[in-house]
């Protein structure tokens, strides 16, 4: 029998881990009952602080991911970790991975891992990837940490759903120029650069520096830019100086220090209103494709039979285009759905 949401949610709330995986795997169907799940927990929700740690394959995310969460626990609080698409083709076997990697907080109440596979997944990683957060946050866990394989679209939409978005790189990768090409550091809060007790690593954080200043301060750049030190300034990001820190994630080494700043970026959203500024956002953003897909599925449940096929068939024919026949098909609909309605009311 499938599980009632109401007794999911009701259970899940007392801290039981077992209704918590259930509920996780039930909010990730998209159906009616995980609506109804996600309804019941949303007014519990707004209270985690949603992080993102994004980067290329093989960089140290879960590494890191795992020590950021055993320097949250030392504070007291606690923290979700979603590993999402572990089953990218770069990872290939990567959940065994990545428990192994974590197993440093298993058995630890305060940590829950969650792996999702979210490829194919409908409306996209960050429908499910939001739904998923929203328990976490619902249950009552301080810190969410989201790590995602920045390959593609999966890092620019990390951004939508975390507060703070950590960008990982590492020294030997080569990936440095492709990173800064793919727009991935536009959306980092900080910049780790990872494995630093690795060759290189002075290196990749020079070029991350270089990378950035040009394209940010052109050949203009005056003396003054240039502080006390010899160091160049961090680059910022509407008030918020985005720093750039050296990590080693097999000894810890400088985790302490992400987590601070981590913690200042916070005071900062805060004290800048862009902490609700970022909430209002991630809401609209979820109502959005919410909207969308739940207008989809009407008009697609609502159609007679070979309908669809008839549809597709005037494409092929070439005897409408795409854009019109949804002009048309969005016209028809509301057409009959004030009939109908008119009918009621008559
Ligand atoms: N020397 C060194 N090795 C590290 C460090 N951090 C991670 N590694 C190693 O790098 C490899 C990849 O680490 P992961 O944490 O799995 O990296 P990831 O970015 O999560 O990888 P994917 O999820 O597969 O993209 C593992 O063998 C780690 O042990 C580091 O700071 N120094
Ligand atoms: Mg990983």
Aim: hydrophobic share 40%; with cysteine; aromatic share 4%.
């Amino acid at each position: 029998m499938p599980p009632n949401p109401a007794d999911l949610v009701a259970q899940a709330l007392t801290g039981n881990r077992l209704a918590l995986a259930r509920l996780l795997t039930l909010v990730e169907s998209q159906t009616d009952s995980a609506i109804e799940a996600l309804n019941l927990i949303f007014p519990a929700t707004g209270n985690a602080h949603r992080v993102g740690i994004t980067g290329a394959p093989g960089t140290g995310k879960s590494s890191l991911t795992n020590k950021l969460a055993q320097t949250v626990r030392r504070r007291g609080e606690t923290a979700a970790i979603l590993a999402v698409d572990p089953s990218s083709p770069f990872t290939g076997g990567a959940i065994l991975g990545d428990r192994i990697r974590m197993r440093e907080c298993a058995g630890d109440p305060g940590v829950f891992i969650r792996s999702m596979a979210s490829r194919g997944a409908l409306g996209g990683l960050s429908l499910t990837t939001n739904a998923a957060a929203e328990v976490l946050d619902g249950v009552g866990f301080d810190w969410i940490l989201v790590e995602t394989v920045g390959t593609g679209q999966a890092e620019v939409e990390i951004a939508s759903l975390a507060h703070t978005v950590i960008v990982v790189e590492a020294p030997g990768l080569g990936d440095e120029i492709q990173a800064i090409k793919a727009g991935i550091l536009e959306i980092a809060d900080l910049i780790l650069v990872n494995k630093a007790d690795q060759p290189g690593a002075l290196r990749t954080e020079s070029a991350l520096m270089a990378a950035f200043h040009a394209a940010e301060r052109p050949a203009y750049r005056h003396h003054s830019d240039i502080d006390q030190s010899g160091i160049i300034p961090p680059t910022s990001k509407d008030g918020w100086s985005i720093p750039i820190l050296r990590t080693n994630a097999i000894d810890g080494e400088g985790v302490d220090a992400v987590l601070a700043r981590v913690l200042e970026h916070r005071t900062f959203l805060q004290e800048s209103g862009q902490w609700q500024a970022k909430e209002t956002q991630r809401m609209q953003h979820a109502f959005e494709q919410s909207l969308r897909h739940a207008l989809y599925t009407a008009w697609h449940d609502a159609l007679p039979g070979d309908a669809y096929d008839d549809l597709l068939r005037q494409l092929n024919n070439r005897a409408i285009s795409p854009q019109q026949l949804a002009r048309q098909t969005v016209q028809a609909w509301l057409t009959g759905s004030k009939s109908e309605s008119n009918r009621h009311i008559s």
